[in-house]
């Protein structure tokens, strides 16, 4: 149990908890805590979606497509944006897994790399190569 409490606590992911049944978070790690600007301890109790940024869907929204698809498939990944406590926004690749957790029931342990960087650098990639005649350095031959 220590390995595997030290391995949770020094992830370079961030790691969360969810009861299914009501979408209430009941653990995170201290990364993910750091990823989204809380002290520790401060999201338990707190439903999921308090996390997710708003889109063009709600946060309620997106957390609700997300747990459909965990409640037909027991697996859910892809980019959601999220925002921190302060709400500073900023893209995450989410991977969640539904397993039976002998205290809590079904729960949600879902991983949370921030890719906020990469969606910046695809984002620029994508305007140069939309307007190829603003980037100077395009060579045509």
């Not at 497509?65 to 409640?71: H, R």
């Not at 029931?105 to 994508?126: F, M, N, P, Y």
């Amino acid at each position: 149990m220590r390995l595997q409490s030290e391995i949770t606590n020094n992830m370079a992911e961030g790691v969360i908890l969810t009861r299914a049944k009501d979408a209430v978070i009941i653990y995170t790690n201290p990364k993910f805590e750091e990823m989204f600007g809380y002290d520790s301890g401060e999201l338990i109790g707190k439903k999921v979606a308090i996390v997710n940024a708003p889109t063009d869907k709600s946060p309620e929204e997106v957390a609700g497509e997300i747990q459909k698809s965990l409640k037909e498939t027991g697996t859910w990944q892809g980019e959601v944006k999220k925002h921190q406590k302060d709400g500073t926004p900023f893209w995450c690749y989410v991977n969640v897994t539904t397993f039976k957790h002998y205290d809590y029931g079904d729960v949600w342990v879902a991983t949370h790399l921030d890719i906020t960087e990469r969606k910046k650098t695809q984002e620029e990639i994508s305007k140069l190569a939309k307007f190829p005649s603003e980037n100077p350095n395009r060579y045509y031959g």
